[in-house]
Every structure is written in C-alpha cells, then in structure tokens.
C-alpha cells in the first residue's frame, strides 16, 4: 500500500482523527499544513485519486461529512464561514493522490487569503465552450 492517506485510514501511522464514518472520514493535517486553526481534511474512505474518478457514494459521503465538520466548526469554534478547498489531477497542485477535501474554519480578520492572487495563463481555442457542453455526460 502506497498511499499515505489509505495507510491512515487502515490504522498504519499516527493522525488526529475528527470524525470517522462507513464511507468518509475526517483528520486534522499536520501542523505546518494546516492554514487555520481546526484545519481538517475529508476524505473518502475508499482510494479514489480524484473527482474524476470518484463513485456518487463517494462524493456523497465526503461532501456530507464535510458539511457536517463545517456545522461543527460553527457550533464549538463560533467558524461562521468555511472554505473548502480541493485538488485533483496533474497541473492542479494536489499534494496527496487520495481524494480530500480541506475544511477550512474562517472568522471575520483571520488574516487568511481566500482566493488565490493570480490567474492561469492558459489560453483555449475558440469554440471550446461547444466542447465542454458536448462533453458533459448527464
Ligand atoms: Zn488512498
């Protein structure tokens, strides 16, 4: 087993553990990742790289288990506000191929930067909105 994130969640290495649920599960990154206090991270609890290849049990159990935490970080932080963060595939900055999302808490001037400063210097062709439509599955 090779990923770290699945070594975690088979009881392999240490971690803070939030929450654990059937399918999703919540644990605090290590200290010199977080961004915040109560930083967590949501992941599901079967190995999925990334958006792209997750199931709906998947994506439903992370995305409720991060609301959940949100609710939470409200509740015992007094967090009215959460960003959640996530990354998936090459060129998008993911740190660990398990899919995750961060759970952010945010109070009114917590000095955090919400959106990044710059932007893509990418460039599409035109008519590439034709081909994202076209290549929607639903
Ligand atoms: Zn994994």
């Given at each position: ?22 399918a999703a ?18 992941v599901p609890?079967e190995h999925v790289a990334g958006i792209h290849d997750a199931s709906a049990e998947s994506l439903q159990a992370v995305i ?22 996530s990354?998936s ?9 398990h899919l995750h ?38």
């Open positions: 087993m090779t990923c770290v994130f699945c070594e975690l969640l088979a009881g392999e290495g240490r971690t803070t553990w939030v929450a654990r649920r059937d599960s919540a644990f605090l990154p290590l200290p010199e990742s977080r961004l915040s206090p109560a930083h967590t991270l949501v609890n409720l288990l991060a609301q959940e935490v949100a609710r939470a970080m409200e509740a015992s932080l007094g967090a009215r506000g959460v960003n959640i963060l990354a595939g090459p060129g998008s900055d993911q740190s660990v191929p999302l961060h759970v952010v808490p945010r109070w009114e001037g917590d000095g955090l930067d919400t959106w990044p400063s710059t932007a893509s210097h990418r460039l599409l062709e035109d008519g590439w909105l034709d081909g994202l439509r076209a290549s929607l599955t639903a």
